[in-house]
């Protein structure tokens, strides 16, 4: 098993990249709906780095089995900051205005023809308005990962220290209140 700070310092430089990858996606996409010309090799080369992005995000997930009962996203997001989750569940409503709205710029630009400057602006805030959902959300999940091997083990009341999935102590049976809550669904 790889030790605990090796795995952390592996994911610190995922999640800055994560985070720039965001960023930048961000950048592209605002400027692409302000009509500057974005050419396509820069935003499709941040679609093919959703790739290894995301089978590191499903590999993270596929290790960590939420209790029965538990919102799998707050299971795994917890340790961080409620505005994170809710921040991917905007974009992703987002997202889905975006596309609707790229379909109708699309279909009523026929005249422009495909191909033309107005199409690729089009393409380019349409497909990064989705890239950005799967890079928040991947930051999300790796800065939560981080979060949890860097910080201490959580303890009940009583000084024992407790795994960060458990809710209550397994030596005393006390509930451990703190900092990584997720709810229960039923």
């Known amino acids: 098993m790889i030790p605990r700070w090796v795995f952390a310092a592996l994911m610190a430089p995922i999640t800055v990249a994560a985070l720039l990858g965001f960023l930048a996606t961000l950048a592209i996409h605002v400027a692409a ?38 919102h799998f996203w707050d299971f795994l997001l917890r340790g961080t900051p409620r505005w994170m989750g809710r921040t991917a569940v905007w974009l992703l409503v987002y997202a889905g205005i975006n596309m609707l709205l790229m379909i109708a710029a699309l279909m009523s630009g026929g005249l422009r023809g ?60 006390a509930k451990v209140e703190g900092f990584f809550e997720y709810e229960d669904v039923g």
């Open 33 to 70: 709906h302000l009509h500057v010309i974005v050419p396509r090799e820069q935003w499709q080369a941040f679609a093919y780095g959703l790739f290894p992005l995301w089978v590191t995000v499903v590999l993270i997930s596929i290790t960590e089995r939420p209790p029965n009962n538990v």
């Open 114 to 173: 495909l191909g033309s400057e107005w199409d690729a602006e089009v393409q380019a805030w349409g497909v990064t308005g989705h890239l950005l959902v799967f890079y928040w959300t991947g930051f999300s999940v790796f800065y939560a990962k981080l979060v949890r091997l860097t910080h201490h083990a959580p303890r009940c009341p009583n000084g024992h220290a407790v795994d960060a999935d458990h809710r209550y102590c397994t030596k005393c049976g």
